[in-house]
């Protein structure tokens, strides 16, 4: 916004710089949930970060075999746009004939890195999925899980920018948008899924809090048949969640912690601030 009002000529735009430093802090805390999944011993957490590990990967190759007719990924023009400007450099050396192999080796870092991102997004995802459930069992809470399909649907070439530039009208076609105003469209869209989950966030948090309750009963049914350590390790599993949302999330939900603590204290029970 400051280089689209003040259009400073002589500064370097850092906005690329804190879009990748968010980028690496957010895998950085999905990399460390998936690592205590990961070296659970007991439970099949680590055979089903394999599992869609693995099923990523053969998306991400599947992605990368279709052609930019039908996925706009502008993989192709890029790779061109560096090779162009490396074939100058590396033709007088010798070394032209590792321009093929460059593009290779980049194609299978991003294969990897989609594999790897996938294993991390596989808990916080069912999480995710489970939380919107249970808001919605809760109470009215904002709608649009499948929001973020709708959106990378915009970046399907026969199913969008086909659609909306040669919209089919009776016998002709008519143009409803323009290419620059297209790309504008689907960062919009974009701006208004990340709002859509704003939004939702102290919904999942609620519901989030009311698995305590749940496991509170669940141990209670099995007071005397489960063993302490077995209680720890139940502890432990969501651990990294809470540690997450206390640490990004928390200052939202402190004016609502004398409510939380009043739900889970026995009714005869003294509270303490009030001791």
Request: charged share 15%; aromatic share 10%.
């Amino acid at each position: 916004g400051y280089f689209c009002l003040v259009s400073p000529a002589r500064e370097t735009n850092l906005g690329v710089l804190w879009c990748l430093l968010s980028v690496a802090f957010s895998v950085k805390v999905f990399f460390m949930v998936m690592r205590h999944y990961f070296r659970s011993e007991e439970g099949g957490e680590r055979s089903v970060c394999l599992s869609f590990a693995f099923l990523f990967l053969l998306l991400a190759m599947v992605a990368l075999v279709v052609r930019e007719d039908y996925l706009e990924f502008g993989l192709e023009a890029g790779l061109a746009a560096v090779t162009s400007n490396l074939e100058p450099m590396l033709k007088p050396r010798g070394w032209q004939w590792t321009l093929p192999l460059a593009k290779l080796g980049f194609k299978l870092g991003l294969v990897a890195l989609c594999s790897f991102l996938g294993a991390c997004l596989t808990f916080p995802g069912l999480r995710l999925a489970q939380t919107h459930r249970d808001a919605l069992r809760m109470g009215p809470a904002p709608r649009g899980f499948l929001a973020p399909v709708l959106v990378v649907l915009l970046w399907v070439r026969p199913l969008a920018r086909d659609f909306l530039l040669q919209a089919p009208l009776g016998q002709r076609t008519v143009q409803l948008l323009s290419d620059s105003s297209f790309d504008t469209l689907r960062l919009w869209a974009v701006v208004a899924l990340s709002l859509l989950r704003l939004l939702g966030t102290r919904h999942h948090l609620q519901a989030y809090l009311g698995l305590a309750e749940r496991w509170v009963s669940r141990m209670r049914r099995e007071a005397g048949r489960i063993p302490a350590r077995d209680i720890q390790r139940q502890i432990t599993r969501i651990y990294c969640y809470v540690s997450v949302s206390l640490q990004y999330l928390g200052p939202q939900t402190l004016k609502d912690a004398p409510q939380m603590f009043q739900a889970l204290l026995p009714p005869n029970r003294t509270h303490p601030w009030k001791a």
